[in-house]
């Protein structure tokens, strides 16, 4: 039995607002991730696992400023400034994985919020109702990847009563002029927190700068990870780097994120992962993955390795951050938010997209339609006819995250089988 599973099977009954900010609580958990039995086999995942651990676990325990973020917010300025950051889009994601997210998503309903709605969101907001998360001290977005973090981290900040700031960021970028905006909006947040924590912005922006370094020295480490990936046949299932977003988008500015792909490097160039493919296998379909893929427990993955099927390569799990000035942190921080390819026109988008296909000479390519994600389905269609136009063909499969019960496993499983018939 994996961590995960031990702590649904130990806890899902006794879950409660009170058990989470229960110190005891947290011991227990942190032990029982520890014990060599759960310890997961790669150092990378073991010091990635105690990373959020230790990261929700003072959230809850407010051991420190709590800042609320979404997933294109710079984790670096978090560190920086000393508070904890607390990615509630990871939270409903754990909720699907340990069974929680259907009693939130009633609570949403309940409260009046559309099922149309992302569900990320629609269990974010329930499980807040239900005093389930960590009360935040700021909330903080940026204006991409998506509409739904900007309007339900605003409902938010006000059941909570605490400040809310959107960084803007422009849906049109020809020069690092365009971004100061950005930086001004980064450096407004900065002195916000800061101030109220009664440091002064020089203090501040000098550790700003120091997180900034660390993500310097993880980013090398990143790219040479990613190099390695890109390996014929294939050094890791890309199935499995879905879940390395959370470090992506957490770590950075730490010395843990340093030791995660630092060590990632380490088991890569040493062999210590199972290939993710076999390209010597003239059966074996080698795919690109886009968006993202269901949290809770399903059997699309073992389906996959049942048909030949490997995913090679995703689009989200990747350093798409340029190298970043110390001495200059806001702008620096705002190329980085920038340069993902879901910032700006989807052009951008299109074009990483047509690259990870070429580079990991990928067969075919599945893009995930999260129901209520209008950010990556909206664009669908435009990824299926650019990798039409090297030669790719694309299968786009709708379905679910967060919400499993509308989750057709069945039907997700014919349209796939069909989908390799077409690659033969």
Not at 146 to 162: G, I, R, T
Request: charged share 25%; hydrophobic share 40%; proline share 5%.
């Amino acid at each position: 039995m994996g961590l995960a599973e031990h702590l649904v099977e130990k806890y899902k009954n006794k879950a409660s607002p009170s058990l989470l900010r229960s110190s005891k609580f947290w011991n227990t958990v942190i032990k029982i991730a520890n014990n060599p039995i759960n310890k997961p086999s790669s150092e990378a995942d073991h010091v990635s696992a105690n990373f959020m651990l230790n990261m929700t676990r003072d959230a809850f325990l407010r051991r420190k400023p709590v800042v609320w973020a979404n997933l294109l917010f710079p984790s670096e300025l978090l560190h920086g400034l000393d508070t904890i950051g607390f990615f509630p889009e990871f939270a409903a994601a754990v909720a699907a994985m340990t069974g929680l997210s259907e009693r939130f998503l009633q609570t949403a309903d309940a409260a009046g919020f559309s099922q149309d709605l992302c569900s990320f969101h629609r269990v974010i907001i329930g499980a807040a109702l239900e005093s389930f998360l960590p009360e935040p001290d700021y909330i903080v977005c940026s204006s991409t990847p998506c509409d739904s973090a900007p309007l339900s981290f605003m409902f938010l900040a006000d059941h909570y009563n605490v400040p809310n700031f959107c960084i803007d960021i422009p849906s049109r970028i020809d020069s690092n002029e365009d971004l100061e905006p950005v930086s001004q909006q980064l450096e407004e947040f900065t002195l916000a927190v800061s101030g109220a924590a009664g440091a002064g912005k020089q203090e501040a922006v000098k550790k700003i700068g120091e997180a900034v370094t660390l993500s310097n020295e993880a980013r090398g480490y990143a790219l040479q990870m990613e190099s390695l990936i890109e390996n014929h046949p294939p050094l890791i299932n890309g199935w499995d780097a879905i879940g390395n977003l959370s470090v992506l988008i957490a770590t950075p500015g730490t010395q843990s994120s340093v030791e995660y792909f630092r060590n990632m490097v380490d088991d890569l160039k040493n062999g210590r992962f199972e290939p993710g493919g076999n390209t010597k296998d003239p059966n074996r379909y080698k795919l690109l993955w886009m968006h993202l893929r269901p949290y809770f427990r399903n059997g699309i993955d073992e389906f996959l390795k049942d048909n030949q099927a490997a995913v090679v390569c995703e689009e989200y799990s990747r350093w798409y951050g340029p190298e970043m000035d110390p001495g200059d942190p806001f702008l620096s921080l705002a190329e980085k938010m920038a340069a993902h390819p879901l910032a700006g026109s989807s052009r951008r988008r299109m074009e990483v997209i047509k690259e990870l296909a070429r580079n990991h000479e990928v067969d075919g390519a599945v893009h995930f339609n999260h129901r209520g994600c209008r950010q990556s389905c909206g664009c669908a269609q435009q990824v299926k006819d650019e990798l039409a136009s090297i030669g790719i063909k694309t299968l786009i499969l709708d379905g679910e995250c967060i919400d499993e019960s509308e989750h057709r496993e069945g039907q997700l499983m014919t349209r796939l089988e069909a989908f390799f018939e077409t690659l033969e």
